[in-house]
């Protein structure tokens, strides 16, 4: 079958990895893609919120599934523009509906849910410009530290974390009356601060069944030690040591299933991919957001342990017989490590040569923004993430020492990583 994926990520590029790997494909197309992706299909220079260029792929391509990567188009409707078409209504959609991803694209709309729901989660409350004054009072009956999110889509980077009161105030005044993340902070969400340690578990779900695949950690600060700004992520582990059978249980128990359950109750149709940001506090798991995609990079180090074909997974999802399936994972330990532009998150330079990549072994190396010179087809930094690189092993140790090895091959000018990923698990090996 040809299947259309959307996306341009190293999320996209372990997907793309994944499919190409199945009997059941017959041509991946990759909208935009990157030079990764271009390995494993054609990518095609659309934007992915372009819903009328999507259309005519999938017309004149024959497409028989359309895989969503990022939230954008999701959030942006683009699974309701397809059933709403006559001419394209019977190709499956893989993600959630407008309103379904609204978990999401809105923290205000996610909160709410978890409330309702009986989701365990930390206190909060919403304010928007005209609220500032109740805003800052709500922060003042909270102790330190404070965060702030932002409640539309900013690219990863709309949660402020701040230690004391006074920058407190002042961030949530530039995000509502300055607009810091323009219409995404038109409303924020202040919420009394969990003390733990993160995890990432994700979900396939058809609308009534799910399956659970491997849990992760990410990495989302740009410096060592988790410190400076925060980024789309600098590294992930695979699986998480702590988050043990005992723990897992509790996460289904208390929020998966509820999760699920709860969207049936508000006739809400989800089929796709959950992503539930958790918070171990003392053993018991905390929600703290909801996507509704894949993590990225937590891709890179989930997609490399799962031993079952993709392309039937999803189609199963599309077909709501994921009753039927079993997941199968692979024991080893996947450490991913990003190599990233100088200067990201903030300003950074773009077409920098790649080297090395082509020298990798025993890792799997997985773009993210990256373009091909159409001259020489040599790879090009094309972005802040430019790589991930992924490594499997029996213990984490070896997985991290097999990431770092290869990293030493690759080169562009700027290139900067995190040294201590998986630094914080150390008690764990």
């Not at 259309?55 to 599934?65: A, G, P, Q, S, T």
């Not at 950074?348 to 090395?356: D, L, N, P, R, S």
Request: glycine share 10%; hydrophobic share 40%.
């Amino acid at each position: 079958m040809n299947i259309l994926l959307l996306g341009s990520g190293g999320r996209e590029h372990a997907l793309a990895w994944k499919l190409a790997q199945s009997p059941a494909l017959s041509h991946l197309f990759i909208v935009p893609g990157n030079a990764g992706t271009a390995l494993t299909g054609t990518n095609l220079n659309v934007s992915v919120n372009d819903f009328q260029a999507l259309k005519k792929i999938v017309l004149d391509r024959h497409i028989e599934m359309v895989i969503v990567g990022p939230e954008d188009p999701l959030v942006n409707g683009i699974h309701d523009f397809f059933l709403a078409d006559p001419e394209i209504h019977n190709v499956p959609v893989i993600g959630p509906r407008k309103k379904a991803a609204m978990l999401e694209g809105s923290k205000d709309f996610a909160k709410q849910f978890m409330i309702r729901h009986g989701i365990p989660t930390a206190r909060y409350r919403t304010f928007d410009p005209s609220t500032v004054e109740q805003g800052i009072a709500f922060l003042s009956s909270l102790d330190p530290p404070y965060v702030l999110k932002a409640d539309g889509l900013a690219a990863g980077k709309g949660v402020i974390i701040c230690q004391n009161l006074a920058d407190a105030v002042h961030e949530l005044s530039d995000m509502l009356v300055d607009a810091r993340f323009g219409k995404a902070s038109h409303k924020v969400v202040v919420e009394e601060f969990l003390k733990g340690i993160e995890l990432s578990v994700f979900i396939l779900t058809d609308g009534i069944n799910y399956k659970i695949l491997p849990e992760a950690k990410d990495y989302k600060r740009i410096g060592e030690g988790d410190t400076g700004l925060n980024t789309g992520g600098m590294g992930s582990i695979s699986p998480v040591p702590f988050a043990d059978k005992t723990f897992m249980d509790k996460v289904e128990s208390r929020i998966i299933r509820p999760t699920v359950e709860g969207l049936l109750a508000d006739n809400i149709d989800y089929r796709g991919f959950i992503f539930f940001g958790l918070m171990n506090v003392g053993g018991d798991p905390y929600l703290i957001e909801y996507n509704c995609r894949l993590g990225d990079p937590e891709t890179e180090s989930v997609i490399p342990r799962l031993k079952n074909d993709l392309v039937h997974l999803l189609l199963s999802t599309a077909r709501q017989h994921l009753d039927k399936e079993t997941i199968a994972v692979d024991p080893q330990y996947a450490a991913t490590v990003m190599l990233v532009s100088k200067g990201y998150p903030g300003f950074y330079e773009k077409g920098k040569i790649i080297t090395g990549e082509k020298s990798i072994t025993g890792s799997f190396i997985f773009h993210a923004g990256t373009k091909m010179r159409p001259d020489t087809m040599q790879a090009l930094t094309n972005g802040g993430r430019v790589l991930a690189v992924t490594n499997l092993a029996d213990t984490l140790q070896e997985a991290l020492s097999g990431s770092y090895e290869n990293i030493k091959k690759i080169e562009f000018e700027g290139k900067y990583f995190r040294r201590d990923i998986g630094f914080d698990l150390d008690q764990t090996f």
